[in-house]
């Protein structure tokens, strides 16, 4: 039974929903253009296969949040990150795993450079740390896709106001500014450790994104799927709830073995009679 409704950070609304489970939750959150409904039954599926409860929000602008009054600027999943440990002090989360998706995989990045005690681990689907032209250009096409097509119409199942859900996304990637943003020189505050996911068929992104991440996290795994854009939650299900339930299982029992670890300290430390 999942739980559905609403929280408010900073005077803000913003739509939330939930799957029971144990342990630290899996705190979802989703891509430039997602909400809680975009990811149908993936929670519900990410929640058994982990034993897990699962948690889904959709950020202002998004699903049945209020809406953004300006547009974007090149900053704004910084703005979203800062943000993150007033969702999550709203949704009642101390810690929690961060699984993102895209803009949602690179707000997770920056939140656990800049709050690594809120980040138990990352699980991250087509991340972004720089801007390559393949994710311009796929943009662009997604721009001539919207005017044309019904995807308009789509895109208003899950958001209340999908036009201008698909306009602040649009224009800030396709906004000459914004071909600058970078987030590399964050990484090296990311401690949790992290899956990081890619498709080879990925119309937004390259291997290069994760290979660039690869190369400064302490601690990763690397998941390349074949057959899979830029969504792999929904290309390639059954390898991603597998891939995550096996990574969240080892951080588990990681946890379990320092705090098994830690209290023998403390039992040896009384026994002794030295200071704990």
Same mark, same amino acid.
């Given at each position: 039974m999942?739980?559905?409704?609403f929280?408010a ?15 630290l939750?899996?705190?979802l959150l989703?891509?430039g253009?997602?909400?809680?409904a975009?990811?149908?039954?993936f929670?519900a599926?990410?929640?058994e296969?982990?034993g897990h409860? *699962? %948690? #889904?929000w959709?950020?202002r602008g998004?699903g049945a949040s !209020?809406s953004?009054?300006?547009p974007?600027?090149a900053g ?8 993150l440990p007033a969702?999550m002090?709203?949704l ?6 961060l699984?993102g998706?895209?803009?949602g ?5 920056i939140?656990a450079a800049h709050n690594p005690?809120r ?7 087509a991340?972004?740390?720089y801007?390559e032209?393949?994710?311009v ?8 896709v919207?005017?044309?097509?019904d995807l308009a ?6 958001h209340?106001?999908?036009?201008q859900?698909?306009r602040?996304w ?5 906004d000459p500014?914004?071909?600058?943003w970078n987030?590399?020189a964050?990484l090296?505050? *990311? %401690? #949790?450790?992290a899956?990081?996911?890619q498709?080879?068929? !990925?119309?937004y ?13 302490p601690?990763k795994?690397?998941?390349e ?6 969504s792999?939650?929904?290309?390639q299900?059954?390898?991603i709830l597998?891939a995550?339930?096996?990574?969240i299982?080892?951080i588990?029992?990681?946890?379990i073995?320092q705090a098994f670890q830690f ?14």
């Open positions: 999942s739980d559905h409704g929280i950070v900073n005077g803000v609304r913003l739509e939330f929903k939930s799957w029971p489970g144990a342990g939750p899996i705190l989703h891509e253009l997602g909400s809680v975009m990811w149908r039954d929670p599926a990410l929640a296969a982990t409860a *699962v %948690v #889904a959709s950020r998004y !209020d953004l009054p300006d974007r600027d704004y999943m910084h703005d979203e990150a800062s943000l969702v002090d709203e009642g989360i101390a810690r929690a795993h699984f998706h895209s803009d995989a690179s707000i997770a990045l939140a005690a980040a138990a681990s990352l699980i991250l689907e991340p972004h740390v801007v032209q393949i994710a250009d796929s943009i662009a096409k997604a721009k001539v919207y005017e044309t097509t119409q789509r895109l208003g199942r899950y209340d106001n999908a036009d859900v698909f602040r649009n224009d800030i990637w396709l500014c914004f071909r600058n987030i590399e964050l090296p505050g *990311v %401690v #949790a450790p899956l990081l996911i498709g080879h068929e !990925d119309e992104g390259t291997m290069d994104q994760i290979d660039r991440i690869e190369a400064i996290l601690a795994r690397r998941l799927l074949a057959r899979c854009k830029h792999p939650h929904r290309d299900p059954a390898a597998a995550s339930a096996d990574f299982n080892e588990d029992v990681c946890f073995r209290d023998g300290r403390k039992t040896s430390r009384r026994r002794s009679g030295t200071p704990g």
